[in-house]
């Protein structure tokens, strides 16, 4: 029931939030923050009281909906939901914070938007049902179309519409594809349902099932996103308030990547293996020209924006291919990107309010205004620039190294964009905080609102870099079914596509499933970068006697 | 006739004679709010007159009426429709100049015809309810008679419309020469008998698909739509757009199901044909609307695009799906235009998308219930409208409709578009349009329509079980 009621208390939470915002705003505010914190509480709690990794689903629950169409509430937790829960309801806590002072109109309505988007990203990553799945997927549109259309900024309109056609008609296709599942299945089995679980497993001809995936793979490549379909993102980021760009940056582009491990791997373990180098090459084209991008943005908000696209590029090149480190790598990513991200946009949305503009050309030499921004900004630069020692820089190096092992040139070709990251990374804090003058701006420096907020995501980021392992350890479960998954059904039916089967799996002197028996406490309690640096290498070595 | 045939046509007596009351009552007293009790009494007393005569069918009354649960579920369909249009009407009407109890009583002998429909067994009682209901539709349509663009729109539906009846009774004859029997059984088995189809049949048929068509406003034969819808006193346009398309399309199943079209690839390549037409120009027209009446026409002839989908599945789960889609479709269209007949004054009709900027921050309620009305024909999920697109997609899918499935789904990415444009303006700054006050009855009728549209849309398994246990043909 714990899952029902996390739900639950966002709902009732954002309706009350509406309500008394209507009478006094800064009520709204506190329901907002109390309703968030029960569920970081109740998430802690459960996260503290037991981890038993032996069970598939450490939480498992279902209720009848429409039972006519075989659709049930069925909520279940595993590892990997776990951790983006935990991450959903942290940056939820920071996004109803640092909107205290931005968000002066419509408080109430603005948090009841916020904490429906939460809600609804909160059922994506519970839902066992596709078409609760499908039912939350949606959830999270309306109000996040409000967010931008209502307290965004100049072109907020296109921009809003722009964001909700592209995930809308992703997600028709996707619906499709459910249905076109759930019909398959039904003629197959006589029993016609939308339960994930039930769904594992169907086996269909490999061009069906390839163009099926295509349909989930539309929803959560525009979701992600992936390049040629990231068009949405600039204008939906750089438009939205801070609040909105947060969650758009942290939680929402993170459903995409949810997806793909829940649905496309499990659901479509061969097709995904054909798709795999395709997947794969998108991910480096993202990395490289996101960040290329972002190198040419001149507008802050928008150059994080890119740098997303190019970050983001790092989780499909991830997902596909099929390694335990990668996939760590991956999860790592997710949150890293979540905290870093997240923070330069909060840093753009504050400097935003003080100077009212987001151009970097108008900034420079900020730094001796305000220091502390200067140095929140600085270590998140280099969160996003992948400095060892910080979240990011182990994710990145994980995902390459698991996908040095599938496949070199792509590997070879992804870490360029570390180098890229350097670049743009650096010119934020060239052009904004160091540099010449180009305006004496006035303006005060972060306030004790601001320093908390600041301080709790530096902790979070630097924990992340220095004691990764309980994030690992709990996402671990999730990930090795999932390639279990895919191993045994690659290795059951090797006929429709052997040729990448072999290329990725038949290396039994490294393979990447063996870390689930010899067990590695990959990133041991260790003080410094350098060594976190040198034991992913010795672990490395381990994985591959 | 027997005490039983009395019995199953309780409802139709009542609604028949209502109008006669108030008539009676007008010409001692003239008092609009005791019209408007007895009217919404009535209304009451009909749809729990339905319940009264369940155990009782199905029953036919030959050669005319068929009663069975297919017909009383529209039936109370209808009436329930009529009866929030009713509800809705009040303010509407009531600042009218001159005589306006009469509205009423044609409001009755509309809901007269598109009743009948329901039960329509036969050629006969079919034109019968179409002309009752054509006529008094003439009439509402150009109720403001002080108003040009409704009397324009009043003349427009009466010369098209009367050139489709045309077309109707011509084809009926056609058949009716082709086989000398007016009953749809008959014709059906006549059908099946005579194996090809004669060029006068198929001429027959394509007449009345014409004028159907007319009634449904599908593409081709959907000019008058727009012009009308705006024309209209808005809660007219909801009666247009809701109960009358709702009662052509009762009988419409009934007929084409009895006939089994779905299996004639004739029949089978226009209506997709018609159904595929109607759901591109609907949306494509109504992007570049200003005007919300016109728009939610255009978006009317979309939705019966999707609709008609339902005709080809052949199957009793299809005409489930229809009922829910037609339900659902009801309560989101009377929403809409309730809203802008609750916004409107006789003088200025709140129609023009600017004039609701900013009403979310004026009138938060209304703008909420105008908001679920448009999500939900839109088809976002927790609104009916959901549900209702979900379950015609999956009968026609099930159905092997791919194409038109496929239509649908591009379809309701274009309508999208131009939903979204209307909520972009409701929740936009305030502009300075002056509203009107609020009625007690209106407020509540929106409220339970927007609790309807959120109740279908989170949990529809009630409804639907109740549809699916009952309701075959």
Redesign the interface.
């Known amino acids: 029931m714990i899952l029902v009621y996390l739900i639950a208390i966002l709902l009732t939470g954002a309706f009350l939030a509406w309500i008394t915002g209507k009478w006094n705003p800064v009520w709204s505010r506190i329901i907002s923050l109390a309703a968030l914190s029960i569920d970081l509480i109740i998430i802690t709690l459960f996260v503290l009281q037991s981890i038993p990794s032996e069970k598939d689903w450490l939480i498992d629950i279902k209720f ?6 075989g659709i049930s509430l069925h909520l279940a937790l595993d590892g990997l939901s776990l951790v983006m829960l935990i991450l959903t309801f942290f940056l939820g806590l920071i996004s109803v914070i640092i909107s205290w002072k931005e968000i002066d109109s ?1 408080v109430g ?1 603005f948090h009841f938007n916020l904490l429906l988007i939460l809600a609804g990203i909160t059922g994506v990553f519970l839902s066992l049902d596709l078409f609760l799945f ?2 939350f997927w ?2 999270m ?2 109000p996040m ?2 967010l931008i ?2 307290w965004g900024h100049e072109n907020r ?1 296109a921009a ?2 722009k964001f ?2 592209y995930t ?2 992703s997600g ?2 996707m ?2 594809s459910i ?2 599942f759930y ?1 398959i299945h039904g003629h197959n089995t006589g029993v016609y349902t939308f339960d994930y679980l039930q769904l594992l497993g169907t086996s269909m001809p490999a061009s069906t099932s390839m163009l099926i995936m295509l349909g989930f793979l539309a929803a959560f490549l525009v979701k992600l996103p992936v390049v040629p379909l990231h068009n949405w993102l600039p204008d939906a980021h750089t438009e939205a308030p801070t609040a909105g760009s947060l969650i758009l940056a942290a939680l929402l582009l993170k459903t995409g990547a949810y997806g793909l491990f829940r649905f496309i791997i499990p659901l479509f373990p061969s097709a995904s293996m054909t798709f795999a180098p395709i997947g794969m090459l998108l991910g480096v084209i993202g990395i490289l020209y996101g960040a290329k991008l972002a190198f040419a943005q001149t507008d802050l908000k928008r150059l994080v924006a890119y740098t997303s696209v190019s970050h983001m590029g790092f989780v499909i090149l991830g997902v596909f291919s099929f390694n335990e480190l990668a996939y760590q790598g991956v999860v790592m990513q997710m949150i890293a990107h979540g905290i870093s991200t997240g923070a330069l946009f909060i840093l753009a949305g504050q400097l935003h309010e003080r100077i009212h503009t987001r151009d970097i050309n108008k900034m420079g030499g900020l730094w001796e205004k305000a220091p502390v921004m200067g140095a929140i900004g600085l270590i998140f630069s280099m969160a996003s620039l992948g400095l060892p020692g910080l979240g990011n820089f182990i994710a990145e190096l994980l995902i390459l190294v698991g996908v040095f092992k599938t496949n070199i040139l792509m590997s070879c070709l992804a870490s360029l964009g570390l180098i890229a990251a350097t670049i743009y990374s650096l010119r934020i804090v060239q052009k904004v905080f160091l540099g010449k003058k180009n305006k004496d701006w006035e303006l005060s420096d972060l306030n004790f609102r601001e320093k908390i907020v600041a301080a709790s995501m530096v902790v979070v980021i630097v924990w992340l870099g220095l004691f990764p392992k309980p994030v690992f350890d709990t996402a671990k479960p999730a990930l090795l079914k999932t390639l279990n998954k895919q191993k045994e059904i690659t290795f059951q039916n090797p006929g429709s596509n052997s040729d990448n089967a072999e290329k990725v799996l038949c290396e039994p002197s490294c393979n990447p499933l063996c870390t689930f028996v010899v067990k590695p406490n990959l990133f041991n309690h260790k003080g410094s970068q350098s060594k976190a640096q040198s034991n992913t290498k010795g672990n490395q070595d381990n994985l591959c006697p | 006739m027997t005490e039983k045939d009395f019995l199953c046509l309780t409802p139709f007596l009542i609604i028949a004679t209502a109008p006669i009351v108030i008539m009676i009552v007008i010409s001692i007293l003239r008092n609009y709010k005791v019209v408007y009790g007895f009217s919404v009494l009535s209304l009451l007393v009909a749809f729990a007159s339905i319940f009264l005569i369940i155990p009782s069918v199905p029953h036919t009354i030959e050669p005319l009426f068929i009663i069975d649960i297919y017909s009383l579920f529209f039936l109370g369909i209808i009436i329930i429709s009529a009866l929030l249009v009713t509800l809705l009407s009040y303010d509407y009407i009531k600042q009218l100049d001159g005589v306006k109890e009469e509205y009423y009583i044609i409001l009755f002998t509309s809901t007269l015809g598109a009743s009948l429909l329901a039960v329509a067994n036969h050629f006969v009682l079919f034109f019968l309810g179409i002309e009752t209901l054509s006529i008094s539709l003439y009439i509402l349509i150009a109720f403001q008679r002080s108003k040009d663009s409704s009397i324009e729109a009043g003349i427009k539906y009466l010369i098209l419309a009367s050139v489709s009846s045309a077309f109707l009774l011509f084809g009926m004859a056609l058949i009716y020469t082709a086989f000398g029997t007016m009953q749809f059984s008959a014709i059906a088995s006549a059908l099946v008998t005579g194996n090809q189809l004669s060029p006068l049949v198929i001429s027959g048929f394509g007449m009345m698909m014409v004028g159907i068509g007319f009634k449904l406003a599908l593409v081709p034969f959907h000019m008058w739509t727009p012009d009308v819808y705006q024309g209209a006193p808005a809660p007219v346009s909801a009666y247009i757009a809701t109960v009358s398309k709702g009662a052509v399309m009762a009988i419409l199943i009934r007929f084409f199901f009895n006939l089994r079209g779905f299996e004639n690839q004739y029949f089978f390549i226009t209506i997709s044909g018609i159904a595929i037409l109607s759901m591109f120009v609907g949306n494509l027209l109504a992007i570049r609307q200003q005007n919300i009446k016109r728009l939610l026409g255009y978006s009317s002839i979309a939705n019966m695009g999707y609709l008609i989908i339902i005709l080809l599945t052949g199957s009793n789960k299809g005409i489930q799906a229809s009922i829910f889609y037609l339900i659902s479709y009801f309560i989101t269209t009377i929403g809409a235009f309730g809203v802008i007949s609750l916004l409107s004054t006789c003088k200025d009709e709140a129609e023009k998308i600017e004039d609701f900027k900013g009403l979310f921050w004026k009138r938060p309620w209304i703008a909420i219930v105008f908001t679920l009305s448009l999500l939900s024909l839109a088809g976002i999920p927790i609104t009916a409208g959901f549900i209702a697109k979900f379950y015609v997609i999956l009968e026609g899918m099930k159905a092997g409709l791919m194409v038109l499935v496929f239509s649908m789904i591009i379809n309701s990415v274009i309508g999208l578009y131009y939903y979204l444009r209307i909520i972009t303006t409701l929740f936009s700054a305030a502009g300075d349009t002056k509203l009107p006050e609020l009625s007690f009855t209106g407020n509540i009728t929106l409220a339970i329509i927007g609790i309807s549209i959120l109740i279908l849309g989170i949990y529809p398994g009630w409804l639907i079980d109740i549809i699916v246990r009952f309701v075959t043909l």
Do not use: D, H, K, M
């Open positions: 009848n909906w429409i039972p006519q169409f419509r309505f499908y039912f949606e959830l549109l309306v179309y409000f259309g209502i309109t809003s519409n909700f056609l809308q008609a028709l296709l619906f499709i249905l076109a019909f």
